[in-house]
């Protein structure tokens, strides 16, 4: 093809990726409050060791090191309150820019893909890295802090130097560029695993498929392993490398966490056959819903087109590799992740979707190469990518408009901050994991907060992440809250306003996160003695009093003396199952001796004088 059809094209692809990321990367959306858990810390002073055993190792060390070595290095101790908000700004467009560039890589992938392997044509390669682009999943994740779309890239280019050596250096019966592609297929691999390391289920299932295919095409079971041999060799050369930049005290507490503590937050499904096929359905509605309406179009037309042209798979062996690629690598992450840690989320799908596009454009490219009316197959094929541009704009529309990004506009645009309490009710019991001086990793009962859903920190609000106690203890003035309190009957309650989604015109599976109300209030003074708060042990009661003192610990005497009066009789916490910090014991003698509950007081003040 002409080098100037090659450059425009590409021209184009890029020019789509600037439209739909980075024009509107600097939005404050969605990383300044995604809902995912993973995304990286922004704070300035952290390196990468730290930003791990800030997340306690939950994820592995690659995006934490590139994201470090592309930020500037400034103590935030030295920063005004100005400075450290642009600094902190910056960074973040760094992270989200880093894993849109990757975004836009695992386009051109794809359209490389299709062109040298498949031998499409460039128009439709480029349809298939444009719809993969337009992808409302694709948009979201990069254009955020989270790991998974620099994941993907590193696991599609993983495979794509697998097929390198085995489609292009086999046949020319080039030993060295064979042997090189195969290291390298390792060594991206390895990348994968050190960005996020549950994308190991992905690649157990294409693994043993290809071994089989290699030993069915020469018999020989010593040459079937070699490539994998290869893929290891890479594997372990960049992992170690990784873990060696970042320091190899952080291997044991990570692969602790992967292997022990890692698996208990996520299991969502019971262990029976029924509860596991349940999960599959789930997973299945996930692909479905990454996949979105004009790609389940496309694939039940392919579907049409196999059961009409059953020959195709004798003439096309691109059409079976992409298929056993899809089912492989889906029930591989099924089998391997999802089924062992009982969980699914539509992001871990993202890997798959690549093939899904490939196989889609293939089957087009056949269909239009027989089909007469080849007018009608085109208008359908421009009216599809039309529908997926026009969902693609609603969902950055969307995204842009939501009930959080108009709420947190008017808040900062007004003086509202000052007097603000915010109230998410997104708060749960959980387990916070400390690492100790011997490398173990233990867990404490705390309450656990989902992170800043508002992006307001830096105006000195917070979530206070707990709906009885955050009004017993604080008297706001005002609510913001994702649910509606008026049937409560509980608050002084007066709505003020309703932030709603915008309203989308074309249908559309993804996006359903975006769409919930927030409720703003002004409120008064709760009227009943929180009775919930009453039932529980001191334990428990200390647990919610020590998540919400760091916030507000300046109390009025009478606001002490309704804290202590509703407080439980006082025992010695279990400190190997509480996470409690040390003055909270302080706070709790202050607030018995102003409720009058003097033997109480004298208990607490027994154990501070005999412990601390």
């Known amino acids: 093809m002409d080098k100037k059809k090659i450059f425009f094209f590409s021209g184009l692809l890029v020019l789509l990726w600037c439209i739909l990321t980075f024009f509107t990367i600097d939005w404050d959306l969605p990383s300044r409050y995604t809902p995912e858990t993973d995304g990286i810390t922004a704070k300035l002073d952290l390196s990468p060791k730290e930003m791990m055993k800030a997340d306690t190792y939950k994820y592995p060390p690659l995006q934490y090191l590139i994201v470090k070595s592309l930020a500037e290095d400034v103590p935030e101790k030295t920063l005004a309150k100005e400075n450290l908000t642009f600094h902190r700004s910056k960074r973040i467009f760094l992270y989200r820019m880093t894993s849109s560039v990757m975004g836009l890589m695992t386009a051109f992938l794809l359209v490389v893909s299709a062109v040298v392997f498949l031998k499409m044509p460039l128009l439709y390669a480029l349809g298939a890295g444009g719809i993969f682009l337009l992808s409302p999943l694709v948009l979201f994740y990069s254009q955020s802090a989270n790991m998974d779309m620099p994941c993907t890239f590193w696991f599609i280019l993983s495979l794509f130097f697998a097929v390198c050596a085995e489609y292009i250096y086999e046949k020319r019966e080039e030993k060295k560029k064979y042997i090189l592609f195969h290291i390298l297929a390792g060594v991206a691999a390895g990348c994968a695993f050190c960005t996020k390391d549950q994308v190991y289920s992905l690649y157990i299932l294409p693994a043993m498929g290809f071994i089989y295919w290699k030993w069915r095409k020469n018999k020989d079971f010593f040459k079937s392993l070699l490539p994998v041999l290869f893929w290891g060799g890479g594997f372990l050369f960049s992992t170690l490398l990784i873990y060696f930049l970042i320091g190899f005290e952080v291997v044991v507490p990570h692969f602790k966490w992967i292997t022990t503590e890692g698996s208990s937050p996520y299991a969502a499904t019971g262990k029976g056959i029924a509860d596991r096929l349940k999960l599959l359905w789930t997973s299945s509605l996930f692909l479905g819903k990454a996949m979105d309406y004009p790609l389940l179009i496309l694939m039940l037309f392919s579907a049409i087109y196999l059961f009409r042209k059953k020959d195709i798979y004798k003439k096309e062996k691109g059409v079976i590799i992409l298929l056993l690629l899809f089912f492989l690598v889906f029930s591989s992450q099924f089998f391997f992740f999802c089924q062992v840690v009982r969980y699914s989320q539509i992001r871990y799908f993202l890997p798959v979707l690549p093939f899904v596009i490939l196989f889609c454009f293939f089957i087009l490219y056949k269909e239009t190469a027989v089909f007469q009316k080849r007018k009608i197959l085109s208008l359908s094929l421009f009216f599809l990518l039309f529908w997926q541009m026009g969902i693609a704009w609603e969902y950055l529309y969307a995204l ?34 400390l690492q100790k001086t011997d490398g173990k990793v233990e867990k404490r009962k705390c309450i656990r907060s989902w992170g800043s859903f508002l992006g307001l920190e830096e105006y000195g609000i917070n979530d206070l992440l ?3 106690l955050s009004f017993f203890l604080m008297k706001p003035e005002l609510v913001i809250s994702n649910k509606n309190l008026d049937s409560a009957g509980k608050y002084f309650l007066t709505l003020q306003k309703v932030y709603s989604s915008p309203l989308r015109i074309l249908p559309s599976l993804y996006g359903e996160k975006n769409e919930e109300r927030f409720y703003l209030y002004s409120a008064g003074r709760k009227i009943d003695f929180l009775p919930d708060f009453r039932k529980k042990c001191i334990s428990e009661q200390i647990i919610r009093l020590n998540y919400l003192l760091p916030y507000h610990s300046n109390f009025s005497f009478e606001e002490m003396k309704m804290i202590g009066g509703n407080l439980a009789p006082f025992t010695v916490p279990d400190s190997g199952k509480y996470l409690i910090n040390n003055y909270m014991y302080r706070f709790l003698l202050d607030a018995y001796t102003a409720s009058g509950r003097m033997e109480e007081a004298g208990k607490c003040r027994k154990m501070l004088s005999t412990v601390f």
């Not at 108009?406 to 994991?433: C, P």
């Open 400 to 433: 842009a408009n939501s009930p959080l990004a108009s709420l947190k506009k008017e808040i900062v645009d007004s003086s509202l901050h000052k007097e603000l309490r915010i109230n998410t009710l997104m708060a749960q019991e959980g387990e916070k994991y």
């Open 466 to 468: 707990n709906e009885d």
